[in-house]
């Protein structure tokens, strides 16, 4: 959740805000293109990001050793870097639909407050609602007599659950990070096949909006 908003924080004004600077006029007398210009931006936000990510696994791995004294394995050094991939890519994906609204809005309050009101409803209303799906099959199923230990999946909290990338994300993570005990007998390789679907339902987080940016951006009013 602090990613998504720190990739918030990076794109809410990354075009509007060089719009209203009067900077874009400036920019676009040089001799580059405008997908040049949206690829700098990404390039720029994903080395920020990047670094971030790296100094947070470095930290970490370096934490869990020293209070440890163990070192993970290279299959578990794996699962991790695996996570970064797919956590960075789900930060990019926060921040291409962020810089997408930049570029749609006028002012910059504006294109920060969609984007918060987007990330809350990603977050937490959607998941929410998908929970409440499954208590309430949970519920029914317990009137009907039919006795479960815990709420389970069902189609439409299923169907509920891939409106929220937080939720694709939360279902990678707890393959890759070993959460329930039937991943943890998995390998690196096997559990992100298991969750391939989702990892490209993330990557085209950042895809879509990229290339909605590029046709958007090319319109002489978006100046």
């Known amino acids: 959740m602090i990613g998504a908003v720190l990739a918030i924080f990076l794109g809410f004004d990354s075009f509007s805000g060089e719009r209203e600077g009067g900077t874009l006029h400036v920019i676009f007398t040089r001799p580059i293109s405008r997908f040049e210009f949206i690829a700098g931006k990404l390039i720029g936000a994903g080395f920020m990001i990047g670094a971030l990510l790296l100094a947070a696994f470095i930290f970490n791995l370096l934490l869990f050793a020293v209070c440890t004294g163990l070192f993970p394995?290279?299959?578990?050094?794996?699962?991790?870097?695996?996570?970064?991939?797919?956590?960075?890519?789900?930060?990019i994906g926060f921040y291409m639909f962020s810089f997408l609204a930049s570029i749609n809005s006028r002012s910059r309050t504006f294109s920060f407050l969609v984007m918060m009101v987007a990330w809350i409803c990603i977050s937490f209303v959607i998941p929410q609602l998908a929970e409440t799906q499954?208590?309430?099959?949970?519920?029914?199923?317990?009137?009907?007599?039919?006795?479960?230990?815990?709420?389970?999946?069902?189609?439409i909290s299923k169907l509920i659950d891939w409106f929220s990338p937080a939720v694709e994300f939360k279902y990678i993570g707890d393959d890759l990070l070993q959460v329930h005990s039937e991943s943890?007998?998995?390998?690196?390789?096997?559990?992100?096949?298991?969750?391939?679907?989702?990892?490209?339902?993330?990557?085209?987080?950042?895809?879509?909006?990229?290339?909605?940016?590029?046709?958007?951006?090319?319109?002489?009013?978006?100046l």
């Open 73 to 91: 394995n290279a299959n578990e050094i794996l699962r991790l870097v695996l996570f970064m991939i797919t956590a960075f890519l789900y930060m």
């Open 134 to 155: 499954r208590n309430y099959e949970f519920a029914v199923n317990n009137i009907a007599g039919t006795i479960k230990q815990i709420p389970s999946d069902t189609a």
């Open 184 to 222: 943890a007998l998995m390998s690196a390789g096997t559990a992100f096949a298991k969750q391939i679907g989702r990892f490209l339902y993330i990557l085209n987080m950042g895809v879509i909006p990229f290339c909605l940016s590029a046709l958007t951006v090319k319109k002489e009013g978006v």
